[in-house]
Nanobody, 125 residues
């Protein structure tokens, strides 16, 4: 198993940048596909981005492609989400998640086994 803790959220102006981090405990971080999801009030939790265990494969929601970058540092057991050009509709609680396997291509919440507690991102226009 793995424990995940997100950090780096905050309140920013539209157009600004934030970098989210997800610190993972456990020996097997480098064996998991990792993902970021977000949930706005009254909405379903939605896929944002995912990265394969080695970092060789990434996937993004169309709404964030070109603005957000997912990365990982397996030596530090840490996942990142660099968020640029933030928009008001990016406002949500952001969660990191882990799925067993070198590449989990599913974007469904149910495909991911472990979840962090979330960090709030608010972009005001």
């Amino acid at each position: 198993q793995v424990q995940l803790v997100e950090s780096g959220g905050g309140l920013v102006q539209a157009g600004a940048s934030l970098r989210l981090s997800c610190a993972a405990s456990g020996r097997t971080f480098s064996t998991y596909t990792m993902g970021w999801f977000r949930q706005a009030p009254g909405k379903e939790r939605e896929f944002v981005a995912a990265i394969s265990s080695s970092g060789a494969i990434t996937s993004y929601a169309d709404s964030v492609k070109g603005r957000f970058t997912i990365s990982r540092d397996n030596a530090k057991n840490t996942l990142y989400l660099q968020m640029n050009s933030l928009r008001a509709d990016d406002t949500a609680v952001y969660y990191c998640a882990a799925a067993s396997g070198v590449w989990m291509s599913s974007k469904k919440v149910s495909a991911f086994n472990y979840w962090g507690q979330g960090t709030q991102v608010t972009a005001s226009s």
